[in-house]
């Protein structure tokens, strides 16, 4: 099996049977954005204690890669440091931009989504859920 089709059988799992789906009650922070040039929906909700994102979980529906991105990152970041999800947010963005050397180890299966970056319409759809990331992190600081 190739890296290629190891990386889509991955994709196509969290696709499949999506990690940490549902509605936290009285999260921290929670955001929901859309990417309307695919019809796209993540709403997102965490709670951070003593620096840890203690619980996360998202909702949504759209396509193969929004869902899977953000079944990917949520399963990674679930009670790791707000540092921790800091790095693997700018890390992401570095692969989705194509730069070189980023540190997928940062990034748990959701390294798996580097080959979108080849196809520029998606990449919007990869990086829906990290960018309702951002804005949860951003509450979260003002706490
Ligand atoms: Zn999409």
């Excluded at 953000?70 to 399963?75: E, F, G, H, K, P």
């Amino acid at each position: 099996m190739s890296l290629d089709e190891l990386y889509q059988e991955l994709l196509l799992d969290h696709f499949k049977h999506p990690r940490c789906q549902g509605v936290l009650i009285n999260p921290s922070a929670k955001s929901a954005l859309r990417n309307p040039l695919c019809g796209d929906e993540v709403q997102l909700a965490l709670t951070v204690k003593d620096g840890k994102i203690s619980e996360i979980a998202f909702a949504g529906h759209g396509c193969s890669i929004s869902q899977a991105s953000a079944s990917m990152m949520s399963d990674f970041l679930k009670g790791k440091s707000v540092a921790e999800a800091q790095t693997a947010l700018a890390s992401f963005r570095s692969l989705m931009k194509g730069e070189e050397g980023v540190d997928t180890d940062s990034l748990g299966d959701a390294a798996a989504l580097a080959g979108v970056r080849k196809f520029s319409a998606r990449i919007r759809c990869a990086l829906l859920a990290w960018e309702a990331l951002d804005a949860c992190l951003a509450q979260s600081d003002k706490k």
